[in-house]
């Protein structure tokens, strides 16, 4: 369990280094709602007919494997995720390895609050999905 | 003495970047072991902020802060060095069709100096637009390394700077605190206001600096478990 006072700005989440399988990628898609016209998160040839290089993940697939990079590390903390914002950079191709990092980037005393860094990098260590995260821990 | 800039970064002014000066100034104070920069240029999207001052934060972390701004051209992304009142009447820096030969010969005029910024970058680097475009005139450099390039483009901003004998800048292009420094330029000169940096960019007395980690393989990605 971590406590506000105990972070420290530096400090590192992960990194989480995960391998989506594109029958994953398609069953998340098939769950969200997404499969039927959406075939780019199902299908390589569709995918290319968009002009993207095969399959790719949900944005919203990326949005939540980066949230669990910070939901982890609050684990049974008396915290919550506040706030998340990403940029979607490069479309990201399941059956690739995946590399999430996280860095606390600033704390709020007034707030109760840590700003995390977080990103998602593949093989090639190219930075595709970015984003913040606020962490307000209970006072 | 020398001076190590990262010339290219973006504030929470940004409408991308949620990052503030200070954190990016604390960044660099905890990380200088690996990233020993002297200061930061504020380059914020199709805008010249002046808003904010940064002369308390500059003394609290012995960092330097400068202005500058990133525009969008016919020939992509560049950054404005020594924007003044005469350039901000002169262009509409929120207009993203901007004549880049225009921008130049005129910034140069009215005393600063422009740099293509990722111009190995798809659709907004300048290496795509001189396959199909006449080069452009009085480029003085570019910027050979960004910290946000891809496989291949710093590869692409190089030949146009072999090709061509520009000048060769570099910068970290953040838009996330921790990703402050990357990339930067050294300069041979003590540089302390915007003024010292038009001169110095225009002398071409530097080289781009690059304290990116090394890249390794993942070498045990664990798979999900499926439910």
């Known amino acids: ?139 | 003495m020398s001076t190590i800039l990262d010339l290219h970064t973006h504030s929470e002014a940004s409408e991308d970047s949620r990052a503030p000066v200070e954190a990016y100034l604390n960044w660099i104070k905890l990380r200088a072991a690996e990233r020993p920069v002297d200061g930061i240029v504020l380059t914020e999207h199709r805008q010249f902020n002046r808003g904010g001052d940064y002369r308390a934060l500059e003394d609290k972390f012995g960092t330097l802060v400068l202005r500058a701004s990133e525009v969008e051209t016919n020939y992509g992304h560049m950054l404005v060095f020594g924007v003044n009142d005469d350039m901000v009447k002169r262009f509409d820096f929120a207009d993203v069709h901007l004549d880049a030969q225009t921008l130049i010969n005129e910034v140069a005029r009215m005393g600063g100096i422009v740099v293509p910024c990722h111009p190995g970058r798809p659709n907004i680097g300048m290496y795509e637009h001189y396959q199909n475009k006449p080069p452009l005139e009085n480029v003085v450099a570019v910027e050979a390394l960004n910290g946000g390039s891809r496989k291949g483009e710093d590869e692409r901003s190089a030949e146009l700077i072999a090709k061509y004998g520009f000048a060769a800048t570099g910068g970290s292009d953040s838009h996330l605190v921790s990703l402050i420094g990357l990339c930067a330029t050294k300069f041979s000169a003590y540089i302390k206001t915007i003024e010292d940096l038009v001169n110095e960019l225009k002398a071409r007395n530097y080289e781009p600096v690059d304290f990116r980690p090394r890249r390794k393989a993942v070498p045990h990605a664990v798979a999900m478990e499926s439910r």
């Open chain 1, 1 to 139: 369990m971590t406590k506000f006072d105990q972070i420290n700005i530096g400090d590192t989440l992960g990194p989480l280094e995960l391998f989506v399988s594109k029958d994953q990628c398609r069953a998340y898609a098939k769950l969200m709602g997404m499969g039927e016209g959406a075939g780019r998160f199902t299908d390589d040839e569709a995918a290319k007919k968009e002009g993207l290089p095969g399959m790719i993940l949900p944005g919203n697939m990326s949005l939540g494997l980066l949230s669990k990079l910070v939901t982890d590390w609050i684990g049974s903390s008396n915290a919550w995720l506040k706030q998340m914002s990403t940029t979607y950079r490069v479309p990201v191709q399941p059956d690739h390895a995946i590399t999430i990092h996280g860095f606390i980037t600033n704390k709020n005393p007034a707030e109760q609050t840590a700003e995390i860094d977080v990103w998602m990098e593949n093989e090639e260590a190219e930075r595709l999905v970015t984003g913040t995260a606020t962490v307000e821990f209970r006072k």
